[in-house]
């Protein structure tokens, strides 16, 4: 069974353009759309509207309407809904078990400030096992034009980074973009140097010719699986978000990793992921991996 591309929504600007973003994500793919909305019973409401049917009426609604307009914004794009009646984050976690991409609507003030995290995006992030891509409002498909690449940090080896840059891979496969695969390093502390590190570092001819050596290596197999795609392999000292960032002005997506592993204090986003998503100027795209 395909997996769909499943977009939140509620009712806000950020998911409008979330949802925008994830029918044209569909579309490239040939995957099917899905939308989920998370409601919850106000016994308060007026006119009518404190009674419970009257408001699942209207949410239903609500979700059918925008699943009309995109159907006859891209006729032949196959749309479900759901609407469940319970916490959003709860019911976003449960709807991202099934998606090939969950993605979530985020308030943004430009550039500078880039996507403000609420609490819900945070607990999804930390949890979901499957990608999530945060997106702005005001996002536009010109943003999304030939020539504009999409960004992806390499960390590890190859099998640490094989999910994130499988997904920006297949990304700029379907939109008929670039990867610039991006390896940020610093030089380690003197306790951090080992004799296996140090004669693997000599091997390459130095630090930075080992960590180049290190991104083509993780590249390769993606490369081979992607042919068609061009790709830019970027390493430059720094940290990851700092290098990422600087990189960024002309990417129309970031894509990012995260741990997926839970600590003492619960599942976390992770410092590069989440410097990222508080700064990047276009959609981020956080891909959890082992």
Same mark, same amino acid.
């Given at each position: ?116 995290? #609420?609490? +819900?995006?945070?607990? =999804?992030?930390? /949890? &979901?096992?499957?990608? %999530? @891509?945060?997106? !702005? $409002?005001?996002?536009? *498909? ?98 990851? #978000?700092? +290098?990422?960032?600087? =990189?960024?002005? /002309? &990417?129309?997506?970031? %894509? @990012?990793?995260? !741990? $997926?592993?839970?600590? *003492? ?26």
């Amino acid at each position: 069974m395909t997996r769909p591309i499943t977009a939140g929504l509620d009712g806000s600007e950020e998911s409008l353009a979330a949802l925008a973003w994830a029918a044209r994500e569909a579309v490239r793919r040939g995957t099917p759309l899905h939308i989920a909305h998370a409601w919850r019973f106000d016994p308060r409401g007026g006119g009518g509207e404190g009674d419970r049917e009257a408001q699942e009426k209207w949410v239903l609604d609500a979700v059918a309407g925008a699943a009309r307009t995109l159907t006859d914004r891209h006729p032949g794009l196959e749309v479900t809904t759901e609407a469940r009646e319970g916490d959003a984050a709860d019911t976003l976690l449960a709807v991202s078990a099934d998606a090939d991409t969950l993605v979530l609507g985020s308030r943004g003030h430009g550039a500078v400030v880039g996507f403000l995290l #609420g609490s +819900v995006g945070q607990q =999804v992030i930390a /949890g &979901a096992t499957r990608p %999530v @891509v945060l997106v !702005r $409002a005001g996002d536009e *498909a010109s943003a999304e034009a030939s020539g504009r690449e999409i960004v992806v940090g390499q960390q590890g080896d190859e099998e640490d980074s094989a999910e994130v840059l499988g997904f920006a891979f297949a990304t700029a496969a379907a939109r008929g973009a670039s990867v610039r695969a991006v390896r940020a390093w610093t030089l380690p502390p003197v306790f951090a140097y080992s004799p296996g590190s140090l004669r693997l570092a000599d091997e390459a001819g130095g630090l930075e010719p080992y960590e180049r050596k290190a991104l083509e290596e993780a590249v390769r197999p993606w490369r081979e699986r992607f042919p068609d795609v061009p790709v830019v392999e970027h390493v430059e000292m720094g940290s990851a #978000g700092q +290098v990422l960032l600087a =990189v960024a002005g /002309g &990417a129309q997506l970031v %894509v @990012v990793g995260r !741990r $997926a592993r839970r600590t *003492a204090v619960g599942a976390r986003i992770g410092s590069v992921a989440h410097g990222v998503l508080h700064h990047a100027p276009c959609p981020v795209a956080v891909v959890p991996h082992a």
